[in-house]
């Protein structure tokens, strides 16, 4: 059993035993809206007849509160782009905080990024795709995850290997994937393929939740010769990442904030007999990146609402050898985002964001060459529109669409950098 393998056997493990533990514990720091939608639950194990659809509980607002119905909408990922804290869930969210998942039953589709979720109310699986890629193909994910209120957890993973070895005695070519591979005679092997493992767990405490994420993601092509035929050679590629946040949103009336941090170590370079190859351009690194994000709503009434959002970025990144440098940036990131409500049944929604980032500072220190560079710019905005339409309370889709703007003169979607999502969700 490799590593890796008991590195996912644990997480399952702990995750099980530890959601068990907390249910009954976390019972009085859920939500209002989760509270609500617990009531599903208990209205379908009364009833005679399970068959039956469970009516849709609206979650209650607080009468104190300025986060309105718009926040009782579940969104695909073409909403919220610029992650305004203050904004409703879209998938995205809940992927990052599994215990949200909880007494949510619903079936999520997403073809334009081949993505889908599927929701029992506890348990829910998702199927995505990996970047774990070393150019000859992809790898699919699948991930499996718990949820009870107050608590949620689920492990990811995508494998994938393709090794070809020549036992003839001339050079052939083999299809890897969409390309075609030069594979010597007898004496050397070649393998493509990489994977990734991942996990979430996430808890609700005192109005706030907390949120521990980690990836392990590789790929690589390895060519094996023997000693008398020549050199080892590895293209290595493999990244390791813990991400923990922490947000007011389940208690926040209508200022909301997250503070979080990520840690990456990242080794991308060409070994020649385990030694880095230093003319192949190698860049490794680690990168500790703590952030906050907040959003407010600043104009809001029944039918319609308008967000400011806001993150400050802090990143500090350290190349290994043979590379001498390091990197300390800071970058904000402004944000406006609006919403409204079409028509008496409200069946309609519109949504149009826009925002941009502002890298206020950036120092690169490069003591190979005795470089050094120092940075600002406000990058291009990025402006995105979509529209929601549900039918009666099962049924809902969206699409998006965005464009960065005024990357030149007249270039409006004029199909650079134009972005179309389309989602669709079935809830029960």
């Given at each position: ?292 994000r907040a959003g407010v709503s600043v104009l809001e009434n029944e039918n319609a609402r308008v967000l400011f959002g806001a993150a400050a970025i802090f990143s500090y990144k350290h ?110």
């Amino acid at each position: 059993m490799n590593l890796k393998t008991m590195f996912g056997l644990g997480l399952i493990a702990f995750g099980t035993a530890f959601a068990q533990d907390s249910y009954e514990s976390t019972a009085m720091s859920q939500s209002l809206s989760e509270r609500e939608l617990q009531k599903q639950e208990e209205q379908a194990a009364a009833s005679k007849d399970f068959a039956a659809p469970v009516p849709f509980v609206a979650p209650a607002i607080p009468s104190d509160s300025k986060r309105s119905s718009f926040n009782s909408i579940l969104h695909g990922r073409s909403y919220n782009r610029n992650s305004n804290m203050a904004a409703a869930n879209n998938m995205e969210l809940l992927l990052s905080y599994p215990n949200l998942f909880a007494n949510r039953k619903f079936f999520y589709i997403e073809p334009t990024n081949l993505m889908g979720v599927l929701s029992l109310g506890s348990f829910f699986t998702a199927y995505d795709n990996s970047n774990a890629t070393d150019g000859k193909f992809r790898l699919g994910r699948l991930t499996l995850g718990y949820a009870a209120p107050g608590f949620g957890f689920y492990v990811r993973a995508g494998l994938g290997r393709n090794r070809i070895k020549n036992d003839g005695a001339e050079a052939t070519d083999v299809h890897v994937g969409q390309e075609t591979v030069h594979v010597e005679p007898g004496v050397r092997s070649t393998t493509f393929g990489g994977d990734d493992l991942g996990f979430a767990i996430s808890k609700g405490f005192m109005g706030l939740s907390l949120a521990l994420s980690g990836d392990w993601l590789t790929k690589k092509t390895e060519v094996h010769a023997d000693p008398d035929a020549g050199a080892e050679t590895k293209d290595r590629y493999d990244s390791l990442s813990f991400r923990l946040n922490m947000t007011n949103a389940p208690s926040a009336k209508n200022f909301t904030w997250t503070v979080g941090a990520t840690f990456a170590s990242t080794r991308d370079e060409t070994l020649v007999n385990d030694d880095v190859d230093a003319s192949k351009n190698p860049n490794s690194f680690w990168d500790l990146t703590p952030y906050v994000r907040a959003g407010v709503s600043v104009l809001e009434n029944e039918n319609a609402r308008v967000l400011f959002g806001a993150a400050a970025i802090f990143s500090y990144k350290h190349y290994y050898d043979p590379n001498d440098m390091f990197r300390f940036a800071m970058v904000l990131q402004p944000s406006m985002m609006g919403e409204v409500f079409v028509g008496e049944s409200k069946n309609f929604m519109f949504y149009g964001e826009v925002g941009y980032d502002w890298v206020a500072f950036e120092f690169e220190k490069n003591n190979n060459n005795d470089t050094n560079q120092m940075t600002d710019i406000m990058q291009p905005v990025v402006a995105a529109v979509g529209f929601r339409y549900q039918y009666k309370e099962f049924l809902a889709i969206e699409m998006g669409l965005g464009q960065q703007l005024f990357s030149s003169s007249g270039a409006f979607f004029n199909g650079e950098n134009t972005f179309l999502d389309f989602s669709a969700t079935i809830r029960f």
